[in-house]
C-alpha cells in the first residue's frame, strides 16, 4: 500500500513557475513509476507526464512538452513536477499516482495509487 500526498499547488499568473510534489509513504517507493495528471473543471482526467522507477524513462503530453520537467528523489519517496510558463489551460487539479511497475505508462488505468489532488490556477 502506498499513501500519497501532493503539495504545491497554487494561483499563478500566466508565464510564471510553480513545482509540485509528491511524497509517498512506504519503503518500496523506488520500485513505483509515477504518474501526474491533471483534471480540469468539465473534462476527464488527462496524462500530464510520468516516470519510470529509476527515473531513466521520463514522458510527457504534447502539450506541456518543453514546460513541464518531472524528476524522482527515491531517497526521500518524493517526485516532482517543474511546471514553467504557465498558461490558463494549465488550470487544474493535478494528480500524482504510483504504479507497481517498473515501466510509467501515459494510461490513467494503470496506476494502483492515487493522492487527493492539488489545485493549479493559472490567471491570464
Known amino acids: 500500500q502506498v499513501q500519497l500526498v501532493e503539495s504545491g499547488g497554487g494561483l499563478v499568473q500566466a508565464g510564471g513557475s510553480l513545482r509540485l510534489s509528491c511524497a509517498a509513504s512506504?519503503?518500496?517507493?523506488?520500485?513505483?513509476?509515477m504518474g501526474w495528471f491533471r483534471q480540469a473543471p468539465g473534462k476527464e482526467r488527462e496524462f500530464v507526464s510520468a516516470?519510470?522507477?529509476?527515473?531513466?524513462?521520463?514522458y510527457y503530453a504534447n502539450s506541456v512538452k518543453g514546460r513541464f520537467t518531472i524528476s524522482r528523489d527515491n531517497a526521500k519517496n518524493t517526485v516532482y513536477l517543474q511546471m514553467n510558463s504557465l498558461k490558463p489551460e494549465d488550470t487544474a487539479v493535478y494528480y500524482c499516482?504510483?504504479?507497481?511497475?517498473?515501466?510509467?505508462?501515459?494510461?490513467?488505468?494503470?496506476?494502483?495509487?492515487w493522492g487527493q489532488g492539488t489545485q493549479v490556477t493559472v490567471s491570464s
Open positions: 499516482a504510483a504504479r507497481r511497475s517498473a515501466i510509467a505508462t501515459l494510461n490513467r488505468y494503470d496506476y494502483d495509487y
Open positions: 516516470i519510470s522507477w529509476s527515473g531513466s524513462s521520463t
Open positions: 512506504g519503503r518500496t517507493f523506488s520500485r513505483y513509476a
